[in-house]
């Protein structure tokens, strides 16, 4: 069988999204890695070159399939938020992964301001808004809005005694409601962040 390149890199992100999401970058193991994509463990470094890049690169192949799962529509942000919100829920491993990022390092991965700024400015465009900094401001809102059932303890997420599902549904409502009140309240009374 000839040796295919392109399918042990996917192997080797595949088993790194795991590890990573797990044990985070200072608790992941490129052995564990290695093992667990078939590979032997001078192919991380050939691909990658470092643990710390091979955890860069798993994160943006993650947020660029969630990208594509989640189309940005800041002409339509509580659709968006929803929509986030599923995804979001689908996928607690690449949740995992982004809270490790902020524990572990303070940088700025490569192209992220500009890809915030991006949808900052299509966003000020579809609502109408300011400026730059509230769009950020409302961006930045919906992202925590649409990931927060997946970051409150489960206790909280417990109360009442609902059934889960149903519990889980209507918080989901309440992310698009609350999104709609938010692009309601700030195309209405625009804000002013100087």
């Not at 890199?9 to 290695?34: C, H, K, T």
């Not at 050939?46 to 989640?70: C, E, H, M, Q």
């Not at 301001?113 to 409302?138: C, M, N, Q, Y």
């Not at 309440?174 to 009374?189: E, G, K, L, P």
Request: aromatic share 8%; with cysteine; glycine share 6%.
């Amino acid at each position: 069988m000839p040796y295919d390149s392109a399918a042990t890199r996917a192997r080797l992100l595949d088993a790194a999204y795991q590890e990573f999401s797990r044990w985070g970058l200072a608790g992941a193991r490129v052995e564990r890695i290695a093992a667990a994509a078939s590979a032997n463990k001078q192919a991380i470094y050939a691909y990658f070159g470092s643990k710390d890049s091979l955890f860069d690169a798993v994160l943006a192949d993650r947020i660029s399939v969630l990208a594509d799962t989640v189309p940005y529509t800041p002409e339509d942000l509580p659709g968006y938020a929803g929509a986030l919100f599923d995804a979001l829920n689908a996928a607690p491993d690449l949740l995992r992964l982004t809270r490790w990022r902020g524990l572990e390092r303070d940088d700025v991965a490569p192209g992220e301001v500009e890809s915030h700024l991006e949808k900052a400015v299509a966003l000020r465009a579809a609502l109408g808004l300011p400026d730059d900094r509230t769009a950020i401001d409302v961006l930045e809102i919906v992202v925590a809005i649409s990931s927060a059932w997946t970051t409150v303890p489960a206790g909280l997420r417990a109360v009442g005694g609902e059934d889960p599902a149903e519990r889980q549904a209507a918080h989901r409502a309440m992310v698009v409601a609350a999104v709609t009140a938010i692009c309601q309240s700030v195309t209405r009374f625009p804000v002013n962040s100087a």
